[in-house]
């Protein structure tokens, strides 16, 4: 993980090199999600010139990186502290209905084993299955026990079990998750929640920044 934003080296450095080469004309934005290779010429500088923009660059990644990740820890805080448990849970039916599931209610009950909606997935719009899933709405993570609570309690009555949190999983939970020899369960983190209300346009505005380039070469042509 890396110290400065707490996402995967790989992540960082992919954002990283993402940048350099936007910044150098290599890259251009073409749309949400989609970049596009440019033609380009080799171009050399003298030493303190590169070492000037070498820096330049790194902290202009090292920016972009950090506001990519300072989006999603306003909008969990916001989960977190501005929504209460029944809006949190009507938000996830939202998110399920918005990926495609169908027949999403909200069936939270005391006692009921922390089973706090359930819905219908469909594979290819062929293959569907039921699914029960859990909500939880807290900065903390979710342990091993926690999963083998919501295991025994969707057994005998659902396909998949699905297990929502504003949080994180620790590594015994994830593992829990997926043990052989038990029902599998999906499981969905602060981050992804995020990504998903980010994806869906549900709360999450995308603002595009303007980029402008002097081309000098185009000027020379004169």
């Known amino acids: 993980m890396n110290g400065k934003t707490g996402q995967s080296e790989l992540k960082y450095n992919l954002s990283w090199v993402r940048t350099v080469l936007k910044n150098k004309g290599v890259l251009s934005k073409g749309g949400k999600g989609i970049w596009v290779l440019n033609e380009y010429d080799s171009i050399e500088f003298g030493n303190n010139k590169k070492a000037f923009i070498g820096v330049v660059e790194e ?10 990740e300072n989006w999603k820890k306003v909008a969990i805080e916001i989960l977190i502290e501005k929504l209460s448990p029944s809006s949190f ?50 900065k903390g993570k979710v342990t091993a026990s926690a999963i083998r609570d919501f295991r025994g309690a969707m057994v005998g009555r659902t396909d998949k079990g699905l297990f929502i949190t504003t949080g994180s999983f620790t590594r015994d939970a994830i593992r829990e998750a997926t043990r052989d020899g038990a029902p599998a369960i999906d499981l969905m983190d602060g981050d992804k929640i995020a990504e998903k209300l980010k994806e869906l346009n549900l709360g999450i505005d995308i603002e595009l920044r303007e980029h402008v380039v002097v081309n000098q070469k185009w000027f020379e042509n004169f």
């Open 59 to 68: 902290q202009d990644a090292d920016e972009e990186v950090m506001e990519t």
């Open 89 to 138: 849970e009507r938000l996830i039916q939202r998110i399920l209905r918005e990926k495609g599931f169908s027949q999403v209610e909200i069936t939270g009950k005391t006692g009921d084993g922390g089973i706090d909606g359930k819905g219908i997935a469909k594979i290819n719009g062929i293959l569907s299955f039921h699914i029960i899933f859990q909500c939880k709405r807290y």
